[in-house]
């Protein structure tokens, strides 16, 4: 294989272009095999931290800053170098290929000789056809169905420690030694470099307070929703690189409570959001229904071959990341792209493996939780920025779930929910809530602790759809990562009727963009939760750093009232009964869409759940609209005003 690979690079193609192309795929592949035969621990060991820093670099340098402009990764210069078919099957070709890097540090000879007899094959076309396009897709789509097992191997990877890449590759290394950073293959920056040496010298005792925490939450998401936690064991931990001492301590945590927490996922920075942006559609090359079928079919085997693994998969738990510098990404018209009936079968897929993958990661039998801090990039506080995040991770659910509840039964009493925007914010929506049988047992919002989503601060419903109308706006926002200008969305009896932003001049972009970033694969969403935060500390802490822009959802989500589109917080759990600390049982877990689900599963689900917030200081006023049409204040100006809600303006007068 080397040997046919070497011969391909040196012989002759007549088009010089395609020459280089060919020449440069095959000395990828030939420098990642033999990297994958020298990367041992005694090769770790061997390399200084400042050798092992620029083998890292050199493996990314093509996507970093200007060198992206003359990367065949890069689908204007291969476009621009071969046309616009030829070009794009190329570019989402090369970058294909970059997945060779973690085949050789998770040392999956299996998977680079797939692509080396891949790279035998695309060379031979390119070589002998003067117009080789049509035949070089046909071999790619090819290609893409032999690897499918691959997308099957990612299913165990997340939820076994078994196959757990990132857990076989960390969890013996000595975290006082730097250099573990490089065993992932992953990029390395400053972000992951620092954070390991900040955790390095951090306080052992508060960092074992924050993880005992952390466990904890995790257990009472558990407790809250009515599931027994004792059926299940191994809890998969997304991480950032930098926080495996953090990590480490938190597994401890978890084995006190008879839990197997392991290293799942390991999460870098990028070496360039833009190239991600690019090939995000790269699908478009190889998705029809054969191939959806083919997935649909890999899913079941290798959910079926380790079913055992997966029903003792308890859920995850996910460290989110903040501070890194907002995305603004460039729409290129050399990007691939879907079509609708491509977008119809990336949607059926999507529900169909969700929905055959439930019967092992049944919703009723697990959970998950997500914390978030910051990572060094956010600025020369992040010192002072993490510890007042811990403070705000740390915040008590005894403190809050008594005014959450006076919020829940001034809402309890509402036919609608009007919000009002103030300022440069548009907003004008009436939220139709859900008209409960027995008021004195029943309640539609859930009185939302510190467990699933940390840190506190929410009640939320699932509103009913028909009813909700009205514009929801946001001048400037950040969501999935991505900047979005003036966003409008408009609401027609709970489904989005109209969207549009200002991101770009034209108006068909502005539109294209919020459809593929916040609507795909849909050409609507219905509006899944509604929710009011109360995390009034996390917001005046965010304001003090001039950071609300680049908070996660997770915590901007607890700063105001927000909205959901997507499904609800209930998906695949709508028939559990959960119950509120004073005993009432939550009623509002459907809505008319995820109704559907008792038909045709596979259409009652989006897989999308993405949260809108309004940050207080462009609230005008929240009421409550009782069937008498009489009013409710809960908030006015900005502030709660609800009797018993008091403290929660506290923060506000420091």
Same mark, same amino acid.
Do not use: W
């Given at each position: 294989?080397?040997t046919?690979?070497?011969?391909?690079? +040196?012989?002759?193609i007549q088009d010089?272009?395609?020459h280089?192309?060919?020449?440069k795929?095959g000395?990828?592949l030939? $420098?990642?095999?033999?990297?994958?035969?020298?990367?041992?621990?005694?090769?770790?060991?061997?390399?200084s931290f400042e050798?092992l820093?620029?083998?890292?670099?050199?493996?990314?340098? $093509?996507?970093?800053?200007?060198?992206?402009?003359?990367?065949?990764?890069?689908p204007d210069y291969?476009?621009?170098?071969?046309?616009?078919?030829?070009?794009q099957l190329?570019?989402?070709?090369y970058t294909?290929?970059?997945k060779i @890097?973690?085949?050789?540090f998770?040392?999956?000879?299996?998977a680079l000789?797939?692509?080396?007899?891949?790279?035998l094959?695309? &060379?031979a076309?390119i070589?002998?056809e003067?117009?080789p396009?049509?035949?070089?897709?046909v071999a790619?789509?090819?290609?893409?169905l032999?690897?499918?097992d691959?997308?099957?191997?990612g299913l165990l990877?997340?939820?076994?420690?078994?196959h757990a890449f990132a +857990?076989?590759a960390?969890?013996?290394?000595?975290f006082?030694?730097l250099?573990?950073l490089?065993?992932?293959?992953?990029?390395?920056?400053?972000n992951?470099i620092?954070?390991?040496?900040?955790?390095?010298?951090?306080?052992e005792?508060?960092l074992?307070?924050?993880?005992?925490?952390t466990?904890?939450?995790?257990?009472r998401?558990f407790e809250t929703d009515?599931k027994?936690?004792?059926?299940?064991?191994?809890?998969?931990i997304?991480?950032?690189?930098?926080q495996?001492?953090m990590?480490?301590?938190?597994?401890?945590?978890?084995k006190?409570?008879?839990l197997n927490?392991f290293?799942?996922q390991a @999460?870098g920075?990028?070496?360039?959001r833009?190239y991600g942006?690019?090939h995000?559609? !790269?699908?478009?090359?190889?998705l029809?229904?054969?191939?959806?079928e &083919?997935?649909?079919?890999a899913?079941?085997?290798v959910?079926?071959?380790?079913k055992?693994v997966?029903?003792?998969?308890?859920?995850?738990?996910y460290?989110?990341?903040?501070?890194?510098?907002?995305f603004e990404?460039?729409?290129?018209?050399?990007?691939l792209?879907?079509?609708?009936?491509?977008?119809t079968l990336?949607? $059926?897929?999507?529900?169909?493996i969700?929905?055959?993958t439930?019967?092992?990661l049944?919703?009723?039998?697990?959970?998950?939780?997500i914390?978030?801090?910051?990572?060094?990039?956010?600025g020369?506080?992040f010192?002072?920025?993490?510890?007042?995040?811990?403070?705000? +991770?740390?915040? #008590? #659910?005894?403190t809050? *779930?008594?005014i959450?509840?006076?919020i829940?039964?001034a *809402?309890?009493?509402?036919?609608?929910?009007?919000?009002?925007?103030?300022?440069?914010?548009?907003?004008?929506?009436?939220v139709?809530?859900?008209e409960m049988?027995?008021?004195?047992?029943?309640t539609n919002?859930?009185n939302?602790? &510190? !467990?699933?989503n940390?840190?506190?601060?929410?009640v939320?419903?699932?509103p009913?759809l028909?009813?909700?109308?009205?514009?929801?706006h946001l001048?400037?926002?950040?969501?999935?990562?991505?900047?979005f200008i003036d966003?409008?969305?408009?609401?027609?009896?709970?489904?989005?009727s109209?969207?549009?932003?200002?991101?770009f001049?034209?108006?068909?972009d502005?539109?294209k963009?919020?459809?593929?970033?916040?609507?795909?694969?849909?050409k609507?969403?219905?509006?899944g939760?509604?929710?009011?935060g109360?995390?009034?500390?996390?917001y005046? @802490?965010?304001?003090?750093?001039?950071?609300?822009d680049?908070l996660p959802?997770?915590?901007?989500?607890?700063?105001?009232?927000?909205?959901?589109?997507?499904?609800?917080c209930?998906t695949?759990?709508?028939d559990?009964n959960?119950?509120?600390p004073?005993?009432?049982?939550i009623?509002?877990k459907d809505? $008319?869409?995820?109704?559907?689900?008792k038909?045709?599963?596979?259409?009652?689900?989006?897989?999308?759940?993405?949260?809108?917030?309004l940050?207080?200081?462009?609230?005008l006023?929240?009421?409550?609209i009782?069937?008498d049409q009489s009013?409710?204040?809960?908030i006015k100006?900005?502030?709660f005003?609800?009797p018993?809600?008091?403290l929660?303006?506290?923060p506000?007068?420091?």
């Open positions: 294989m080397i046919k690979i070497k011969t391909i690079i +040196n012989g002759s010089e272009n395609t280089k192309y060919v020449a795929l000395e990828n030939l $420098e990642y095999f033999a990297l994958e035969e020298i990367l041992t621990e005694a090769y770790f060991k061997s390399k050798e820093k620029a083998l890292n670099y050199k493996m990314y340098a $093509e996507l970093i800053s200007d060198a992206y402009q003359t990367s065949y990764a890069n291969c476009v621009n170098i071969f046309g616009k078919d030829l070009g190329l570019s989402a070709i294909d290929f970059r @890097i973690r085949f050789a998770k040392h999956d000879k299996e000789e797939s692509y080396a007899e891949g790279f094959r695309f &060379a076309i070589k002998n003067a117009s396009f049509a035949d070089l897709k790619y789509y090819q290609f893409k032999s690897v499918i691959h997308y099957g191997k990877e997340s939820r076994s420690p078994k +857990n076989k960390i969890s013996h290394q000595n006082e030694d250099r573990y490089f065993t992932y293959g992953d990029y390395i920056t400053d992951e620092k954070t390991a040496e900040f955790l390095k010298a951090y306080d005792q508060e074992l307070e924050l993880m005992e925490m466990a904890s939450a995790y257990v998401g009515g027994d936690i004792t059926l299940r064991h191994n809890v998969t997304y991480y950032n690189i930098g495996e001492k990590i480490e301590v938190l597994i401890q945590s978890f006190k409570r008879n927490g290293y799942g @999460i920075t990028s070496a360039n833009q942006y690019d995000r559609f !790269d699908n478009a090359l190889y029809d229904e054969a191939f959806k &083919a997935m649909i079919i899913t079941n085997k959910s079926e071959e380790h055992e997966l029903l003792d998969y308890s859920g995850i738990m460290f989110e990341k903040f501070g890194e510098t907002p990404p460039k729409a290129k018209e050399n990007a792209k879907l079509s609708e009936t491509q977008s990336a949607m $059926e897929l999507q529900n169909t969700r929905t055959t439930e019967k092992y049944k919703g009723t039998e697990t959970s998950f939780c914390i978030a801090f910051p990572v060094p990039e956010i020369e506080e010192e002072a920025i993490y510890a007042d995040t811990c403070q705000i +991770n740390k915040l #008590s #659910s005894d809050y *779930l008594p959450q509840q006076i829940i039964d *809402l309890d009493q509402s036919d609608f929910v009007h919000v009002r925007g103030k300022g440069l914010n548009r907003t004008d929506i009436m139709k809530q859900y049988r027995n008021p004195e047992k029943e919002y859930f939302c602790g &510190a !467990d699933v940390i840190p506190i601060g929410e939320f419903t699932s009913k028909e009813g909700t109308n009205g514009l929801l001048d400037v926002v950040y969501l999935n990562d991505l900047k966003l409008e969305l408009t609401f027609k009896d709970g489904y989005i109209e969207y549009t932003c200002k991101n001049e034209n108006e068909e502005n539109k963009f919020v459809q593929e970033n916040l609507l795909f694969p849909h609507t969403l219905p509006l939760e509604f929710a009011i109360t995390n009034t500390l996390a005046v @802490i965010a304001e003090k750093y001039n950071i609300v680049i959802i997770l915590i901007v989500e607890k700063m105001g009232p927000h909205f959901a589109i997507g499904d609800t209930y695949y759990t709508e559990l959960v119950y509120n004073n005993g009432k049982c009623v509002a809505n $008319e869409h995820s109704l559907t689900r038909t045709d599963v596979t259409k009652a689900y989006t897989n999308v759940h993405t949260d809108i917030t940050p207080y200081d462009s609230i006023s929240i009421n409550g009782k069937k009013i409710i204040p809960i100006d900005g502030r005003v609800l018993g809600t008091e929660l303006n506290e506000f007068m420091k």
